[in-house]
């Protein structure tokens, strides 16, 4: 008589094995449907872009620079060959150069050296930067933008570009005057004379 249990064990062979491979086939098949990471565009987009001689970290004999937008997109009405139109204009921002510092004066100077309005992007003006040093000098970039004196910074664009057109000159201005009124609110708030006739100290 032929052996039953020999026989069922052969027939639940064929069952085990389709039961341990569908499991790795559905993985595999949900692997397969789910998408593919990709990175953020934007994210991309707002990711500083790199320079060989653009510093982490500051460090002797390299440059000083520092970026700060001056004005936001704006529009104007201007006269084309089809008749008047709206033009519109990028952010635009100051870049500031500084030459290295010596030891005696290892503070930037609160006159840069270079002064310059540039409708370059957040992420592309650290490079911008670095282009304008020259030779193969090193370039650090200023993190406190607070210790930068911008007024003044736009006060010598003002003054020195000829070829700024209207819209640019009005930016600086306005720029200008926020920023003396912030001044003017920032010693307000943050000096007093605790005792008449004292010096002025910080709060």
Partial sequence: PPDLGRLGRLAAAPRQASDEVAPQWNSAARAAAEPVWQPDAQALQLRPVQHPRLLAAWQPGAWTGAVREVFDSTTEFVTSANGPAVETY??????????PLAIAAPLPARWPQQVRLSAVTARDAPAALADLVPGDALLWLQTDLGAVDWALAAEIALHHEPALRPF??????????AEREAIYAQLNADYHQPVAGGPVIRR
């Fill in 90 to 99: 990028p952010p635009h921002r100051l870049l500031l150069l500084w030459p």
């Fill in 168 to 177: 640019q000159a009005a930016g600086l201005r306005a720029f200008l005057a």
